[in-house]
């Protein structure tokens, strides 16, 4: 049974920091695309930030550029998604997600195939 579980949610005041991690398990995604996606209460789901195969190439929302960081570590077949200078808006559940085939868009919550269950991240002011 292939798995994302994501971790590191929680409560946490404007200005924080938070890591997440996802750990993949029944199959290997080193070879794949994978993304964070965020749904906050009463919106669609939005792409967060996504990771090439290798790590080598990392992709950002406006919103989180300059303060989220991406990363991987394929050895360990887990995702991380480093939040610094958090606010009220990132109140959100945080998804982990893998893109494993090719075509679709890194951007596009759509073209991802595996999901975790998520994780809820609040922000408080």
């Known amino acids: 049974q292939v798995q994302l579980v994501e971790s590191g949610g929680g409560l946490v005041q404007a200005g924080d920091s938070r890591r997440l991690s996802c750990a993949a398990s029944g199959r290997t995604f080193s070879s794949d695309v994978m993304g964070w996606v965020r749904q906050a209460p009463g919106k669609e789901r939005e792409f967060v930030a996504a990771?090439?195969?290798?790590?080598?190439?990392?992709y950002y929302a406006d919103s989180v550029k300059g303060r989220c960081t991406i990363s991987r570590d394929n050895a360990k077949n887990t995702v991380y998604l480093q939040m610094n200078s958090l606010k009220p808006l990132d109140t959100a559940v945080y998804y982990c997600?893998?893109?494993?085939?090719?075509?679709?868009?890194?951007?596009?919550?759509?073209?991802?195939?595996?999901w975790g269950q998520g994780t809820q991240v609040t922000v408080s002011s």
């Open positions: 997600a893998a893109k494993t085939y090719l075509g679709g868009s890194r951007y596009d919550t759509g073209s991802y195939n595996y």
């Open positions: 990771i090439s195969w290798s790590g080598g190439s990392t």
